[in-house]
């Protein structure tokens, strides 16, 4: 079975945990009810075409270890549900009809709505059981296990969710790693689709596009924070409609106002082993915060070529900007340019300029071309001037190298970068970000389903809390680019509780 063993070959272990564990959910239900007895709900989505995937692969599994042949099966026996829809994307009726007749699906298309289309194939078929592409942060996810009946008012059956705690990341791993057909629209910046009239592709994957023409979007599987999935998930009001929303401020704006993400990366066997303490990474990452921007991503790395290349791939193609600090220098464990160059599939040259401001700076201890410290990427490089700065910065086209050792270098290398970027146009400065603070003594479990259900209402807000004791209150932070977007998810929060349940607090954040 080519699923199982794309998944077996592959090195990440995550995955293979959460493929186990929806085989194993497959399987206890093969072994629950007869083949007749279960279908599985496809809607052309990214969830249900994983599980797709999942339930051929634990079915040819449970019939392997059944001891029967499957050698020759054409047809996938369990029967499939599609509720077709006048609303839907013409590309998800597409793909779902290639994915009927490429694997053989058994199909019940029903036309009407969900539970009336339900009963009418309850009454008509033995289904006891109905394999669903549901996961947790799903609206409909509330409450659900990998088992559960269906709601009071539902015709009765069981509902099987093998993939309910997977995460975007792990639904994109998968379908990466086994090389399985998904709906186009992903790849067009869809991150998740209901219909025509409610989904538009995620802001936060836009291409900047300074001609004017149609905006183009990247791929879905590029999205950094599977959090804002749902942020496509919007209703195109008309026009006066949308003025009198978030004070004239749409949807699309709201989240283009943070779009932009950067990845933090550190380099060095003595940060990773807990040897010294990484007050640069904190320091870097609020002065990224400051000028706008996301962090989508922050990772510690061996000083190693291989270790660093690796994570520079993955964070330049998946973030706008990357900074990366240490490892840099003469030494045998200074690794952090040979990975860049590597990421970028180029060598490293030794480069006569930066040789020239080492000459200067280091004197006679410069080698000239043994001088390992004035080799650069070669052809990607370009080094960024600044009268304050002893040695330019280095960047690689997103990736910017900072050669800090203690946080007053850092200060003055990020206030120089500032500086270029004011003139040089290096990459945007945004709207900084804006924080509130709420405080409560309500207990984690009566505020955790209002927090859920808060996020989803406001997608352009990162809502989170914490405690600073075990048995202290916790405090529920908004952190935006509008205050006025922060006062209302806060209000929101109130609201759904007793008046006093929550108390406004003021506190010192880097970023606000």
């Known amino acids: 079975m080519e699923i199982d063993k794309a998944i077996r070959d592959c090195d990440d272990r ?13 399987k206890r239900a093969l072994a629950l009810y007869s083949t007749e007895e279960v279908a599985f709900s496809f809607n052309g989505g990214k969830d249900s075409t994983v599980l797709l995937h999942v339930l051929r692969a634990a079915f ?3 019939k392997e270890e059944e001891g029967c042949s499957v050698d020759g099966l054409k047809e996938f026996p369990i029967r499939t549900i599609y509720f077709e829809s006048p609303s839907a994307f013409p590309e998800i009726n597409s793909f779902t009809y290639d994915m009927a007749t490429n694997y053989g699906l058994l ?5 009407t709505d969900f539970k009336s ?6 009454k008509s078929r033995p289904i006891r059981a109905i394999f669903l592409g549901v996961r947790i942060g799903d609206p409909t996810a509330v409450g659900q296990e990998q088992f559960s009946p269906s709601s009071p008012g539902w015709p009765p059956f069981m509902r099987v969710n093998p993939i309910l705690d997977w995460s975007y990341r792990d639904v994109w791993a998968f379908l990466l790693t086994c090389k399985v057909q998904y709906c186009s629209l992903y790849d067009h910046g869809y991150t998740s689709i209901g219909s025509i009239h409610d989904t538009l592709p995620n802001a936060l994957l836009c291409i900047s596009n300074s001609t004017g023409n149609k905006e183009k979007f990247r791929p879905a599987y590029l999205l950094s924070d599977g959090r804002t999935e749902r942020a496509g998930r919007a209703k195109r009001f008309s026009p006066s409609v949308r003025n009198s929303m978030s004070n004239g401020t749409s949807n699309v704006d709201l989240q283009k106002q943070s779009m932009l993400t950067a990845s933090v990366i550190a380099v060095g066997d ?3 082993f807990g040897t010294v303490e990484d007050r640069l990474g904190l320091s870097l990452r609020r002065k990224v915060h400051s000028i706008g921007w996301s962090i989508s991503h922050t990772s510690i790395v061996r000083n190693d070529i291989d ?4 994570e520079v791939e993955l964070r330049r193609s998946s973030s706008e900007m990357v900074f990366i600090y240490g490892g840099v220098g003469p030494l045998f464990s200074d690794a952090t340019l040979g990975g860049i160059a590597k990421a970028f599939g180029v060598r490293l040259a030794p480069d006569e300029e930066f040789e020239e401001y080492l000459r200067h700076l280091i004197g006679e201890h410069c080698t000239g071309d043994r001088n390992e410290m004035a080799q650069l990427p070669e052809g990607i490089t370009e080094l960024l001037h600044h009268e ?16 800090a050792t203690n946080l007053t270098e850092l200060d003055l290398q990020w206030d120089c970068l500032i500086e270029l970027t004011r003139t040089g146009d290096l990459f945007p400065l945004l709207e900084p970000y804006k924080s509130k603070h709420l405080i409560t003594k309500l207990s984690d479990v009566e505020i955790a389903p209002s927090l859920a259900k808060l996020c989803l209402e406001f997608p352009d807000i990162d809502i989170g809390c914490y405690r600073e004791a075990r048995s202290g209150p ?6 935006g680019k509008n205050e006025e977007r922060n006062q209302l998810a806060a209000e929101a929060l109130s609201k759904k509780f007793q008046p006093g349940a929550f108390t406004n607090i003021n506190l010192n954040s880097p970023e606000t």
């Open 60 to 62: 040819f599994l449970h």
């Open 307 to 310: 270790s660093v290349a690796e």
């Open 14 to 26: 995550r995955l293979k945990t959460k493929y186990n564990n929806a085989i194993y959910v497959v």
């Open 388 to 403: 304050k700065l002893p040695v330019p910065l280095v960047k690689c086209h997103n990736v910017i190298v900072l050669t």
């Open 107 to 111: 199909m019940d298309i029903i036309r």
């Open 270 to 272: 003595e940060i990773l």
């Open 474 to 479: 916790i405090i529920i932070s908004f952190k």
């Open 117 to 122: 289309g339900l009963e009418s194939l309850l």
